[in-house]
């Protein structure tokens, strides 16, 4: 029976930490064997659409679970949405001018930033492949639709502060990097956003086959019928993996459906 498989974008299909900007050869012949076997495969990830680099966005998912699961989209069809709620924006950016954190508020067409001349903005922004058309500086917090926060703190000194002043909003997830973080909605995860597409479609959760690594995955590992952990993947992701594959690099997307035979050779 065929299988709707979820993939994870940072540290599941490319990574830029090392420069892998783009979707391997290798993983593409993958993915294209499992549409030809009848499979639907999509995208699961924090980032928003625009955030998405070309590298990945260009492959033609059949949908898309973003911003941690607050924004779910089939074959173009927005089919769930959970938006940021002003005060939240509002109580983030309060906190970052008073600490001079840099805040992102990501919609699916512009990311709404405190100041795009920052800096630190600046290298964050290159490094994760942000496009500048989509930055926004000049905004009404009231009047924009957004579906996931980020923060960047200055150190790990300022991370308690930061979780007491936004946690009664967000789920406070840190990435691989000690600074940055993801503010998930309560109620919000990857997770979530797949069941709602699985309901969509008719379907079943069991049906479902999910790659990821970092720790806004955990519970997309957890839930899907199948959760497979890279072996490049966070601790904490690895313990409750069903299966742990290799290295983004060794192409573990593929070792994994190999070894599943959910592709022939």
Same mark, same amino acid.
């Given at each position: 029976m065929s299988k709707l498989f979820f993939f994870d974008i940072d540290g599941t299909l490319i990574d830029c930490n090392q420069d892998i900007y783009e979707i391997t050869p290798e993983t593409i012949r993958t993915l294209d064997k499992l549409k030809e076997e009848g499979h639907d495969v999509f995208l699961s990830t924090g980032r928003c659409k625009c955030f998405i680099v070309d590298g990945v966005m260009k492959y033609p998912f059949s949908g898309y679970v973003t911003c941690n699961g607050a924004y779910v989209e089939y074959k173009g069809k927005c089919v769930y949405k959970n938006v940021v709620p002003a005060e939240a924006i509002k109580a983030t950016m309060d906190l970052c001018e008073k600490y001079h954190f840099n805040y992102y508020f990501e919609g699916n067409d512009y990311i709404y930033v405190r100041d795009s001349k920052d800096t630190v903005h600046q290298a964050f922004a290159n490094n994760w492949g942000m496009k500048e058309e989509t930055i926004i500086d000049k905004f009404d917090y009231k009047n924009i639709e957004t579906y996931i926060g980020m923060i960047v703190v200055n150190s790990k000194d300022d991370i308690p502060v930061m979780v007491e002043a936004l946690s009664p909003y967000f789920d406070v997830q840190r990435h691989q990097s000690d600074r940055s973080f993801d503010l998930t909605l309560k109620g919000s995860s990857k997770a979530v956003g797949i069941k709602e597409l699985v309901k969509e479609l008719g379907r079943s959760i069991d049906d479902t086959i999910a790659f990821g690594d970092g720790r806004n995955d955990i519970e997309m590992? %957890? %839930?899907?019928?199948?959760?497979?952990?890279?072996?490049?993947?966070?601790? %904490?992701l690895k313990s409750v993996a069903k299966y742990i594959t290799t290295n983004i690099e060794e192409e573990g997307i593929t070792a994994a459906c190999k070894h599943f035979n959910y592709i022939k050779d």
């Amino acid at each position: 029976m065929s299988k709707l498989f979820f993939f994870d974008i940072d540290g599941t299909l490319i990574d830029c930490n090392q420069d892998i900007y783009e979707i391997t050869p290798e993983t593409i012949r993958t993915l294209d064997k499992l549409k030809e076997e009848g499979h639907d495969v999509f995208l699961s990830t924090g980032r928003c659409k625009c955030f998405i680099v070309d590298g990945v966005m260009k492959y033609p998912f059949s949908g898309y679970v973003t911003c941690n699961g607050a924004y779910v989209e089939y074959k173009g069809k927005c089919v769930y949405k959970n938006v940021v709620p002003a005060e939240a924006i509002k109580a983030t950016m309060d906190l970052c001018e008073k600490y001079h954190f840099n805040y992102y508020f990501e919609g699916n067409d512009y990311i709404y930033v405190r100041d795009s001349k920052d800096t630190v903005h600046q290298a964050f922004a290159n490094n994760w492949g942000m496009k500048e058309e989509t930055i926004i500086d000049k905004f009404d917090y009231k009047n924009i639709e957004t579906y996931i926060g980020m923060i960047v703190v200055n150190s790990k000194d300022d991370i308690p502060v930061m979780v007491e002043a936004l946690s009664p909003y967000f789920d406070v997830q840190r990435h691989q990097s000690d600074r940055s973080f993801d503010l998930t909605l309560k109620g919000s995860s990857k997770a979530v956003g797949i069941k709602e597409l699985v309901k969509e479609l008719g379907r079943s959760i069991d049906d479902t086959i999910a790659f990821g690594d970092g720790r806004n995955d955990i519970e997309m590992i %957890e %839930e899907t019928g199948q959760g497979i952990a890279m072996g490049n993947a966070v601790p %904490e992701l690895k313990s409750v993996a069903k299966y742990i594959t290799t290295n983004i690099e060794e192409e573990g997307i593929t070792a994994a459906c190999k070894h599943f035979n959910y592709i022939k050779d």
